[in-house]
C-alpha cells in the first residue's frame, strides 16, 4: 500500500512539473524585467505555453518533469513516514493507557486479595496453635502454605519489572505471565523468615 502511494505521488510530481511548472516557468522568463512586454499580453501566453510543448523544449520538459518527480517522491515518503510516527504515536499512547489501567486494576486487587487472604491465613494461623487432630492439622498447614503463594503472586505481579509470557493452555492462544523465578524467590523468603522466627 505504501509502495503505491509513492508511485502516485511520484507520477503526480512529474505530471505536474511537465504541464505546469514547466511553462510556468517558460511565461515568468519572459515577463522578467529584461522584456519589456506587457503582463496582459495574453497571446504572449499562449505562445509561450505551446512554445513549452514544442519539440524544441523537450529537454527542459523533462528537466522538470524529473525535478516534479523527485519532489513528488519526497512528499510521498514524507507523508508515510508521518503516518506511521502517528500510527506508533496511537499505539504508544493506547499501550500507555492500557499499562495505567493495569497498574489500577492491580492495586485494586491487590488489595482486596490481601485482605481477604489476612483472614484465612490469620483464622488458619490461630486454629493450628488450638489444634491437636493431626490429620486436621495438615489441611490447616495446606491452607496457610496456599495463602502465603497467593501473597507471593500478589507482591511478584506488583514487583514486576520484565514481563515475559507462557502458554497457559496446550490447546489454544491463551498466555499467562510466567512468574515462576519470582515466586520462588518469594516463597523461599518467606521460608527463610519462618525459620528465623522463635
Known amino acids: 500500500m505504501g509502495y503505491r502511494r509513492l508511485i502516485w505521488f511520484t507520477l503526480a510530481g512529474t505530471i505536474a512539473g511537465y504541464l505546469l511548472m514547466h511553462p510556468f516557468a517558460m511565461l515568468a522568463y519572459v515577463l522578467g524585467p529584461q522584456y519589456s512586454i506587457p503582463a496582459l499580453d495574453y497571446t504572449l ?7 513549452a510543448f514544442s ?3 523537450a529537454a527542459m520538459g523533462g528537466a522538470f518533469a524529473f525535478m516534479g518527480g523527485i519532489t513528488g517522491f519526497c512528499l510521498g515518503a514524507w507523508s508515510l513516514q508521518k503516518e506511521r510516527w502517528l500510527a506508533e504515536k496511537l499505539e504508544s499512547e493506547r499501550r500507555l493507557a492500557a499499562l495505567e489501567t493495569l497498574g489500577d486494576l492491580m492495586v485494586t486487587l491487590a488489595h482486596h486479595i490481601r485482605n481477604s487472604n489476612m483472614v484465612i491465613g490469620g483464622f488458619s494461623s490461630h486454629l493450628l496453635k488450638n489444634i491437636t487432630d493431626v490429620d486436621f492439622a495438615h489441611k490447616l498447614q495446606m491452607i496457610q502454605q496456599a495463602s502465603r503463594e497467593i501473597e507471593a503472586v500478589v ?3 506488583q514487583n514486576l519489572t520484565e514481563i515475559s509470557t ?3 493452555a496446550t490447546e489454544g492462544q491463551a498466555r499467562m505471565i510466567d512468574l515462576k523465578k519470582e515466586l520462588e524467590a518469594h516463597l523461599s523468603g518467606d521460608a527463610t523468615k519462618e525459620q528465623h522466627e522463635p
Open 45 to 51: 501566453w499562449g505562445r509561450q505555453v505551446h512554445l
Open 55 to 57: 519539440p524544441e523544449m
Open 155 to 157: 507482591n511478584s505481579l
Open 166 to 168: 507462557v502458554q497457559y
